[in-house]
């Protein structure tokens, strides 16, 4: 009894696909993780599982691949068991991205009021939290132009009608504060792990199938070949 050719080769690309689709959110993830909109409040719950995940899938593809060509049985077992536990990974990732923004965010904001004044912060800190200012015309994070003390610095002065601006220090200053920002990148961040590990948990369930088929065919082979 032959090995179906069909679902070996099928096999065989799809872990091609697999290990380039790693690659792929292997960079997404650790551009999430390295935001700059997100430095100082840590990543998103899930993004270190995806990085770990992707990792693993890339040489799963590879481990894959040898168990098609050679129609390897324990390679292919072994490869099975994997991709279950990456389904598995995948499927807490998505769990900690879609329930702990709230949490991420509570914990986030009794950091910010532990640390406030945000002139007693360090230089960098400052700077960077300076330029998210610019950028997205907000100041401060909880309270405002408060936030800064009795400081308020040239990157909280609203120039722009459009936005809502208030009177600090004797500066019209942005009355928005930058947690605004901060929680609705957080919800984007989250929506792509949750698409990303959509995505993988089919490609998972694919590969698992296709695997396990490979696997029975190879058995019933080496029976026949035995009697």
Known sequence: ?????????????????????????????????????TW?????????????????????G????CGAIRENRIIL????????LIFILLLIAAILGAVGVNKTEESMKEWIKANLPLR???????????????????CGLINGPSDWG????????CDNTTQECQLANGQQAYAKPCIKVLMIEMVKQALIILVIAFVLAVLLIF?????????????KNDDYIAH
């Open 150 to 157: 009795s400081a308020v610095p040239n990157s909280c002065q």
């Open 40 to 60: 100082f409040m840590g990543v998103v719950p899930g993004v270190d599982l995806l990085i770990a995940a992707s990792v693993i899938i890339m040489v799963l």
């Open 62 to 65: 590879f481990l894959g691949c």
């Open 120 to 138: 007693n912060q360090t230089s960098k800190f400052q700077a960077d939290m300076q330029k998210l200012e610019e950028q997205e015309k907000c």
């Open 77 to 84: 077992m072994l490869f099975f068991i994997l991709l279950l």
């Open 207 to 219: 590969g698992m199938v296709l695997s396990m088929t490979l696997y029975c065919q190879t058995g």
């Open 1 to 37: 009894m032959a090995v179906d050719k069909c679902i070996k080769y099928l096999l065989f690309f799809f872990n091609l696909l697999f290990c380039i689709s790693g690659c792929f959110i292997l960079g997404i993830s650790i551009y999430l993780k390295v935001s700059s909109k």
